[in-house]
């Protein structure tokens, strides 16, 4: 898939999407669309004069200036959602609106101005609770367990559907948890956060044995702009992730030994799960992205240590 010279990029201010336009700034005309709930300016205001940048403040939910805002793009990266899985324990309705909802505005909008090409970081999640370890992208019935795996598969079945019924081609990466600088959600930031506010003490969600796999940003983008460039479907998903996985115990582990400190106690909230709709085990198959030709560069572990490193100098 060709990307063509301006790109849309919904969420481009946030963790993932701002790495993105790290990469797509040198050969692209780049538009940021972001309602700055959970995204920095900071991360993007090094090319607020560059002249193939722009940035428009603003929420997906907001259908009218986000039709605008479409006019003329030839590609959109739709990284925009509410990103924190816990949420929609208590706010029932964010996922619903801020996932499913935006993810439907984005695919009306490209309709009406007849952009054609999208890519989709879907999630693990949409997959539920399984009992098989490597899941590969056609395991099903796929049942989510949390209100933001079920956003997040009905925000692919309507990117497929668009596909089909409007000739549209899409690319829906299913990510595992993803991790490196700017991260500003997820367990390394909570265990950082919490043990900058108290070093003799650290509290950890479950039993500590929830054991997932970690991907490095570096490895992301990689992985999604070389299937981007390798896959010529309509609808293309891949799963992104790495073939091993680290538990949580074992990266507390990891954040008390980088920050220097000693002695710290682990109290846990108890249960298998960090939070409802948790999946305490998962590791995704990525056999179908190693058949075109990409793997990963960093294990779990090297990429939470990496991710780690980072974060201690930018979490306050
Ligand atoms: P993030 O929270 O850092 O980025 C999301 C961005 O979207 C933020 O900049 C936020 O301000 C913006 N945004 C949210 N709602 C918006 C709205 N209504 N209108 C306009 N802008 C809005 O999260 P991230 O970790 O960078 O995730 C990026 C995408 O990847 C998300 O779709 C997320 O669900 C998906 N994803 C992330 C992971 C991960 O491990 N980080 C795993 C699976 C899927």
């Not at 499913?100 to 999208?118: F, G, H, W």
């Not at 940003?217 to 609808?235: G, P």
């Not at 590791?283 to 990429?303: C, D, Q, R, T, V």
Request: charged letters at 25%.
């Amino acid at each position: 898939m060709k990307i063509g010279k301006n790109v849309f990029v919904t969420g481009g201010a946030g963790f993932i999407g701002s790495h993105l336009v790290d990469r797509l700034i040198e050969n692209h005309n780049v538009t940021v669309y972001d309602n700055l709930s959970s995204g920095k300016k900071e991360f993007i205001s090094q090319y607020f004069d560059k002249k193939n940048f722009s940035f428009i403040q603003s929420d997906l939910l907001d259908m009218e200036k986000l039709s605008h805002a479409m006019e003329n793009q030839d590609f959109v990266f739709h990284f925009a959602a509410n990103s924190d899985v816990r949420l929609g324990a208590e706010k029932t309705d964010i996922p619903l609106k801020q996932n499913t909802i935006a993810t439907y505005n984005v695919l009306e909008s490209m309709r009406i101005n007849n952009v054609k090409n999208i890519v989709f970081p879907s999630s693990c999640t949409v997959y539920g609770e399984t009992n098989i370890t490597s899941i590969p992208e056609n395991y099903g019935p796929m049942i989510p367990v949390s209100l933001y795996g079920a956003s997040k598969l009905a925000s692919e079945g309507l990117i497929t559907a668009y596909c089909s019924m409007f000739d549209m081609n899409a690319l829906v990466f299913r990510f595992a948890n993803i991790v490196g600088s700017r991260g500003t959600h997820g367990v390394i930031f909570d265990f950082i956060k919490k043990l900058k506010n108290n070093a003799d003490e650290l509290e950890i969600l479950g039993d500590g044995k929830q054991i997932k796999s970690y991907l490095h940003i570096d490895d992301c983008l990689d992985a999604m702009l070389f299937a981007v460039e390798h896959s010529n479907n309509k609808i293309n998903i891949f799963n992104l992730g790495t073939e091993d996985w680290i538990n949580v115990d074992k990266i507390a582990g990891i954040v008390v030994e980088e920050m220097e400190l000693k002695n710290v106690k682990f109290k846990y909230t108890g249960g298998s799960r960090g939070w409802k709709g948790d999946i305490p085990r998962i590791m995704l198959s990525i056999k179908k992205m190693e058949k075109l030709g990409w793997k990963p560069k960093y294990n779990s572990e090297k990429a939470v240590g990496m991710t780690v490193k980072a974060l201690i100098k930018e979490v306050v």
